[in-house]
């Protein structure tokens, strides 16, 4: 119904996250989701980004849920949600345990829980694959704020360093150019989806040019 809509390109990615992702947000730490479970969302929901036009199938898929005034398009990250809500749920048995005895009892239930079901054995490999990813290596602050910053960090190095989508970042950066600046268009989002994914698209360095067919393909 979202994708459907008549609203412009920001809009649209903020009513995913307000309308959509909770549904599922309500149910983490309640349901044992799997991770691949996880994923598969994810999948299925940039699939329809891409039926409509949302997102062009060439264009950097971690582009999506990169900060808007950080080039990215603001989408919020399922898995990343999921991982944000765990840690949270964690960080609340261990800070309330010992004042309130239905916590006690909950996480005495949960210490018994085999690891994959287990929301406080998880949270230790969640933490551990974030501070890998980010480089970030203060895990004391675990808090659900902590750890969307450094998915945020992830996304970033991830995109900065790939060879082809992550050039038009790091010319940027090799440049001085200001970023605020550079994705003002971003923050605003006042274009339509289409063609905000176009111009994405574009400076991904993804578009079917001859220039990407000769180089990239190789096809002379």
Same mark, same amino acid.
């Given at each position: ?53 949302? +997102? ?89 704020? +902590? ?17 082809? +989508? ?50 990239? +393909?190789?096809?002379?």
């Amino acid at each position: 119904m979202i994708l459907n809509s008549d609203l412009n390109a920001r809009n649209k990615i903020t009513a995913i996250g307000a309308l959509a992702v909770p549904v599922l947000r309500y149910s983490f730490g309640i349901i044992n989701w799997r991770i691949e479970e996880i994923k598969e969302i994810g999948r299925k929901t940039r699939n329809m980004l891409t039926i409509y036009k949302i +997102h062009h199938p060439k264009a950097d898929i971690d582009r999506l849920y990169v900060k808007r005034k950080e080039g990215g398009r603001g989408l919020v990250q399922v898995e990343a949600a999921y991982k944000a809500e765990i840690i949270n749920i964690a960080e609340y048995l261990n800070t309330k345990y010992k004042v309130d005895q239905f916590v006690s009892i909950v996480k005495v239930h949960e210490s018994t829980q085999p690891s994959m079901n287990s929301i406080l054995k998880s949270v230790a490999k969640i933490t551990g694959e974030l501070t890998q990813l980010s480089g970030m290596n203060d895990a004391k602050q675990d808090g659900m704020q +902590h750890t969307k910053r450094r998915e945020g960090e992830a996304l970033k190095k991830k995109r900065k360093n790939k060879i082809m +989508h992550g050039q038009y970042i790091r010319n940027m950066y090799r440049q001085l150019i200001s970023e605020e600046d550079t994705f003002l268009w971003l923050s605003k989002g006042d274009l339509k989806a289409e063609t905000e994914s176009e111009i994405v698209t574009a400076q991904d360095q993804a578009l079917n040019t001859k220039y990407y067919a000769t180089k990239i +393909h190789t096809d002379g």
